[in-house]
């Protein structure tokens, strides 16, 4: 079964600190694997993306790792800051399909504090 | 940020009435997406459109119904709403033809009927 788990649930660390989000997926065949950040009240807006053949990624202060031989992926947000307290949701994409079918996890709720 | 937009962003409505999500995207995008979202849970897609006159169902088993009669517009309709209704919609849009496109969402619709 295609399955896509986060953790931790949730998580809080204090503004200026790193931290590290998980993701562990069965998806195949896979073709993609893409980490989104939701603000509260708000949609899913993407942050970067993964494919096979890549092992690190970065966006300013986020870094997506991947290792598709395990099937994990990894989001390292350095020096937190209060405005990424958001969801962070990652969404697998198979090849299967013409749609191009994405599975989603449940997300981690980060929450920074002052 | 993606041009993509749902009204109501709140709708508070009693059982039996019938509703109308709005969704419309400036983009131009073929593809376009309905999600159903609980609190803590992942996004389950409802229903999804190629392009003009193309509807299919998701994954997710619902009683709304979609249409797409232009290429930015994407309603959602409950014809007689119930308070197993009550929950997030997101709507999103993405580009066809080219590989490992985003969706980029809008900012949902919640929904509570009493």
């Known amino acids: 079964k295609n399955q896509v788990e986060q953790s931790p649930q949730s998580l809080i660390i204090l503004e200026g600190k790193n931290c590290t989000l998980q993701?562990?997926?069965?998806?195949?065949?896979?073709?993609?694997l893409r980490w989104y950040k939701q603000d509260t009240g708000r949609g899913p807006v993407s942050l970067t993306i993964?494919?096979?053949?890549?092992n690190t990624k970065s966006n300013g202060r986020y870094t997506a790792t991947l290792d598709a031989d395990t099937k994990q992926s990894s989001l390292h947000i350095t020096a937190s800051q209060l405005s990424d307290s958001a969801s962070y949701i990652c969404v697998v994409s198979d090849r299967g399909s013409t749609l191009g079918r994405l599975y989603f996890g449940r997300g981690t709720q980060l929450t920074v504090w002052p | 940020e993606a041009d993509i937009y749902q009204t109501p962003r709140y709708l508070v409505i009693g059982t039996g009435k019938k509703i109308t999500l709005e969704c419309s995207q400036t983009?131009?995008?073929?593809?376009m997406y309905w999600y159903q979202q609980d609190p803590g849970m992942e996004l389950h897609l409802i229903h999804y459109s190629y392009g003009v006159n193309s509807t299919e169902k998701g994954d997710l088993s619902s009683e709304s119904t979609v249409s797409r009669i232009r290429t930015e517009h994407f309603p959602l309709t409950l014809e007689s709403a119930r308070p197993s209704h009550t929950s997030q919609y997101l709507c999103?849009?993405?580009?066809?033809?080219?590989?490992?496109?985003?969706?980029?969402f809008g900012d949902g619709t919640r929904l509570s009927i009493l």
């Open positions: 999103a849009s993405s580009e066809s033809g080219q590989p490992n496109q985003p969706q980029h």
């Open positions: 993964m494919t096979f053949s890549e």
């Open positions: 993701c562990n997926y069965t998806v195949s065949p896979f073709s993609n």
């Open positions: 983009m131009g995008h073929d593809k």
